[in-house]
T-cell receptor
Framework: GAVVSQHPSWVICKSGTSVKIECRSLDFQATTMFWYRQFPKQSLMLMATSNEGSKATYEQGVEKDKFLINHASLTLSTLTVTSAHPEDSSFYIC????????????FGNGTRLTVT | LAKTTQPISMDSYEGQEVNITCSHNNIATNDYITWYQQFPSQGPRFIIQGYKTKVTNEVASLFIPADRKSSTLSLPRVSLSDTAVYYCLVGDMGGSQGNLIFGKGTKLSVKP
């Protein structure tokens, strides 16, 4: 089945620094990828839609200048958390849909970000 | 996008069949119903997807009535390892559309 790989699986950074998270579709091409954030004991919240070769679409309330998304190829999307603060500590999950009608989303294993 | 409603939690015992129902009263004609399983600190894992009637795979069955306003995920003979959060999602699957919005999910606890 379709596999989505996310890296790193966890990262600790200091306040004010930036962190980049990679999301790769390993065995399929994805023109669209999705980034989610999940706080403890809560559901996944869609942050943005990453579009290959064009600008990402952000959900209401998500700062595009803080969460930079780049989708430079059909198999790679990156999320950069800029000037991270402790409140950005969360579980970030990416997903992608294989081409073809009715394909479900496939998710990476998530990245645990801790900002100290 | 159709809003979904699920029970917050369910308890079961090993070996029992578990049925989790999801309500989606405003489902659209093009929407599919997809169920995911999530363990702590992991990404959601696809379980099953359907449009109408019944779908079965090696891990679960999905029952969808004719009006499609609800669906039921059926897990046969659950084990302790089935303890997880289960999400029902409804959305348009065509092309690059269909951003699927997660509801609160159902936390299933399987006891020995």
């Amino acid at each position: 089945g379709a596999v989505v790989s996310q890296h790193p699986s966890w990262v600790i950074c200091k306040s004010g620094t930036s962190v980049k998270i990679e999301c790769r579709s390993l065995d399929f091409q994805a023109t669209t990828m999705f980034w989610y954030r999940q706080f403890p004991k809560q559901s996944l919240m869609l942050m943005a839609t990453s579009n290959e070769g064009s600008k990402a679409t952000y959900e209401q309330g998500v700062e595009k200048d803080k969460f930079l998304i780049n989708h430079a190829s059909l198999t790679l999307s990156t999320l950069t958390v800029t000037s991270a603060h402790p409140e950005d500590s969360s579980f970030y999950i990416c997903s992608a849909r294989a081409t073809g009608n009715n394909s479900p989303l496939h998710f990476g294993n998530g990245t645990r970000l801790t900002v100290t | 996008l159709a809003k979904t409603t699920q029970p917050i939690s369910m308890d079961s015992y090993e070996g029992q069949e578990v049925n989790i129902t999801c309500s989606h009263n405003n489902i659209a004609t093009n929407d599919y119903i997809t169920w995911y399983q999530q363990f702590p600190s992991q990404g959601p894992r696809f379980i099953i997807q359907g449009y109408k009637t019944k779908v079965t795979n090696e891990v679960a069955s999905l029952f969808i009535p004719a009006d499609r306003k609800s669906s039921t995920l059926s897990l046969p003979r659950v084990s302790l390892s089935d303890t997880a959060v289960y999400y029902c999602l409804v959305g348009d699957m065509g092309g690059s559309q269909g951003n699927l919005i997660f509801g609160k999910g159902t936390k299933l606890s399987v006891k020995p």
